[in-house]
């Protein structure tokens, strides 16, 4: 996990480093359908494990 902090307190903030595709298609705030067909297109890295994909969690590009 990494870890940042929230800025309002002392607090830090643990970040998983693999996403699930609903919880990537929230942070991007685009539906669960147009993520499945990011990744089917090809637009969006992905681990397979099985039948399980996940997303690397990293930071977006500005």
């Known amino acids: 996990m990494e870890t940042e902090h929230d800025g309002t307190s002392s607090e830090v903030v643990l970040q998983p480093h693999v996403l699930t ?3 990537w298609a929230a942070r991007m705030r ?3 359908t147009a ?3 990011a990744i089917r297109n090809g637009d969006v890295k992905v681990i397979r494990i099985g039948r399980t994909i996940r997303i ?3 930071p977006a590009a500005a």
Do not use: L
Request: proline residues 8%; neutral net charge; glycine residues 0%.
């Open 21 to 23: 595709v609903e919880e």
């Open 35 to 37: 993520a499945y067909a």
């Open 56 to 58: 690397p969690n990293k």
């Open 30 to 32: 685009i539906s669960r």
